[in-house]
Nanobody, 124 residues
Framework: QVQLVESGGGLVQAGGSLRLSCAAS????????VGWFRQGPGKEREFVGI??????YYADSVKGRFTIYKDNSKNTLYLQMNSLKPEDTAVYYC???????????????????WGQGTQVTVSS
């Protein structure tokens, strides 16, 4: 079992920054990759970025503004979000994959564990 807990969400003005955290516990050694997703009001859950075994990847909508990095000593993955826009408003989730899969990083169904989410609201 793996537990994921997100934190760091809040209300920020457009152009501002937030840093989200995803703290992992349990069988963390079994994690192959951890992704960030978001779900805005009335929208499907969408891929934001992934910390994989060898690299990080980002959705085009956040590339250049968001950065994913990891603190191994704390078993925590971070999502640094800069130059936030109102369209970034969503509940943000982290999710863990336990093994390599041929499916795309953006395939929601390919993740084994999910956190509870943290709300990010960007005002204009």
């Amino acid at each position: 079992q793996v537990q994921l807990v997100e934190s760091g969400g809040g209300l920020v003005q457009a152009g501002g920054s937030l840093r989200l955290s995803c703290a992992a516990s349990g069988r963390t050694f079994s994690i192959y990759a951890v992704g960030w997703f978001r779900q805005g009001p009335g929208k499907e859950r969408e891929f934001v970025g992934i910390w994989g075994s060898t690299n990080t990847y980002y959705a085009d909508s956040v590339k250049g503004r968001f950065t994913i990095y990891k603190d191994n000593s704390k078993n925590t993955l971070y999502l640094q979000m800069n130059s936030l826009k109102p369209e970034d408003t969503a509940v943000y989730y982290c999710a863990a994959r336990l093994e390599f899969r041929a499916s795309s990083w953006s395939d929601v169904s390919s993740y084994d564990y999910w956190g509870q989410g943290t709300q990010v609201t960007v005002s204009s």
